[in-house]
């Protein structure tokens, strides 16, 4: 592995802060005078009491040898354990090994590379570092690193021309509240005039509209690819496909996010952006449980989407909530309605044998359809390949 | 207290989601085969397994009385105790009590209103709640909650027009880093062709770029303001205030932020933004250890601005690292210079004690300064307040 691929800012970026220093300031003890309410002979050093600098130990770090230390501060705990969540890291728990300050580490070989979130056990207890990369995925604060070969810098952080990431504010006429898009708009876009064409894509189960950036770095690979003319200059909406009301009955769909894209957040983005409005301008995709969630949308809306990526969820041209099946006998209405059809997935999370077979059935009935797979389980470097591979023929 | 208070949703926006989904997807079983790293025989569900909908438990809710409610899931715990950080939620340990299902709950009365970080602590270890709220602070992840009052709506996410925030990254002259500066524009500002002026705001040690929004909640803050007419349309860019060099003494300022921000981060805002450019259109604040960064800003680059914000940080015109006492013995040059010094802070944290003397002695010799306080102690509640006081007067 070179010296530069471990060192790369895009490993380091997370949810709670963009760039941690590699110093924090430690506190020795409490400030004594906090908790006196009138606030008699209080000054500021009272509650802010003086600090020393101390070296941060970062919670994982990935050896050149592609070994990874972890790192759990716990001192009053009798068994911490680090352990993956199966693929590429397994789920067998590794103990870890207290120092005298507090700090449980180990070293763990032969984890595969990739991204990994993982899961620390203190005493049994599922639990959080606070000192490591976090993101929103299972539904809560989980933990994360990536264990990168030289092959990722796709999504590293370059010196390239960077768009931005905006939180955008709209309502969901589903269920009233107000939901909040993350949008990438391509460098440039503040000083051009241009319109460009918008990507919608989500995330899977238990994550959020904040996965395809923190997780996905999918803002760093479109700057990437941008910057070397190798994809569309694009938007690319992310939103939280979430879309519950109240007392809803547990379904597969979490609630009709089918209308609170099409009917609230497409209008929103198309009313206050620059963007290309005809279909052909405008693809959906997700991965996982989005995956599915953007080609029901595609299929149901193909007057709005010309373009539809389904990542690691398949192809289901038929379920419970839907049946496409003579849809998809009509090969040349499928190539007039769609620009591109992608489909992709890893090898090791069943694309070959269950989505590709699947994919071959269509394509002898003349339906076009792109795929796209590589080694892999049912995790977030398949996926950041996928949406690589996607921008590169999407709105071509 | 208000149905409508306990129910705002910027009661549950934070840096790991922005609105937390009502129902979660429960796996009740691990899949079996994702450990197959062959892949054979592998299907979707063998790597996704079927999931029930379960309501979420949030892990701190807020009762009409004023209680507040704790959960932390930790079902091999021996004891699980929740505290605050002092002042308005005590450090003493509140014991939880742990159900059938293996979640701990308390319910903890005489909690005063306003922001709090609070720490869980599982057999003594102190632990994130991965259910909670999550911010940076500290210098990792930490867990918050706000008891509300009727006079938060200031605060609020309403139905107004929303302005946006866009992450920027910009290169550190300082130690050759990729920054990240979160950049709020006004509602319009896409629309418009007007310049704004810029105020550029600091956290406190242990946060970073992303407390004054989830933390402060300052995006909502101005989105109400500027709905009202009540301060001007301006844009607000937040930075992370550490700019360590390697192998850098500990010192107070946590490396060369004023370097960072007046020859990088600046000149990349004025740019890229539509932003007026003299100093009195370009006002730096701070709150804590950003706040001495504020004033040691604006006393340095007088050139630069024209209106300074010291939250929660006394008013220090001599340290360390400075000295500007002859220079406040200059109450006209002082004015001259300065549109607005606004020097806030919470009766409970010294400010009555210590720093409105300070003020006062100044003010004695004729320089013009503007106060803030109210109850409170060192922390977000009053630096909310402070940045409402604070944009109603500025640039005006």
């Known amino acids: 592995m070179k010296k530069e691929t471990l060192e790369n800012q895009a490993l380091r970026t997370q949810i709670l802060i963009f760039d941690p220093p590699e110093k924090k300031a430690v506190f020795k003890s409490p400030p004594p005078k906090r908790d006196n309410l009138d606030g008699k002979n209080l000054g500021f050093s009272d509650v802010m009491p003086k600090a020393e600098l101390a070296d941060v130990k970062p919670a994982v770090q990935v050896l050149e040898n592609g070994d990874v230390q972890f790192r759990f501060y716990a001192p009053n705990a009798q068994k ?132 395809w950036i923190w997780q996905g770095k999918l803002n760093l690979i479109a700057d990437n690819l941008i910057s070397q003319g190798k994809c569309k200059k694009l938007l690319i909406v992310m939103n939280s496909g979430y879309a519950f009301t109240e007392g809803e009955d547990p379904v597969f769909f979490p609630g009709d996010f089918d209308a609170e894209l099409t009917k609230d ?59 496409y099946t003579d849809y998809f006998n009509d090969a040349e209405r499928v190539n007039s309605d769609f620009d591109l059809i992608f489909v992709s997935g890893g090898d090791n999370e069943g694309f070959l044998q269950g989505t590709l077979p699947a994919i071959e059935k269509l394509r002898a009935r003349g339906v076009k359809i792109t795929d796209y797979h590589r080694p892999g389980f049912h995790v977030w470097d398949v996926w950041r390949y996928s949406a690589y591979e996607m921008l590169q023929k999407l709105f071509m």
């Open 265 to 323: 957040c497409i209008p929103y983005i198309e009313g206050k952006y620059r963007v290309l409005t005809d279909k052909h301008n405008r693809a959906v995709a997700g991965l996982s449980l989005g995956s599915i969630q953007a080609l029901f949308i595609a299929l149901k809306h193909r007057e709005l989407f010309g373009s539809v990526g389904v990542f690691s969820g398949g192809f289901p041209i038929k379920r419970p909530e839907y049946d």
């Open 80 to 211: 911490v354990e680090v352990a993956g969540w199966g693929g590429g890291f397994s789920r067998e728990r590794n103990p870890m090994v207290k120092d005298e300050e507090g700090w449980w580490s180990t070293t763990v070989s032969g984890i595969l590379p990739g991204f990994h979130y993982h899961d620390y056990f203190v005493d049994g207890n599922r639990m959080v570092n606070p000192d490591g990369l976090c993101g929103y995925g299972s539904f809560y604060g989980v933990n994360f690193f990536d264990l990168p070969t030289d092959e990722d810098e796709f999504w590293f952080l370059k010196d390239v021309p960077h768009g931005d990431v905006r939180m955008e504010y709209y309502k969901s006429s589903v269920n009233g509240r107000t939901k909040c898009a993350w949008v990438y708009t391509p460098p440039g876009y503040d000083a051009e005039t241009d319109k460009y064409p918008v990507l919608y894509i989500q995330h899977g189960v238990g994550e959020n509209e904040t996965g």
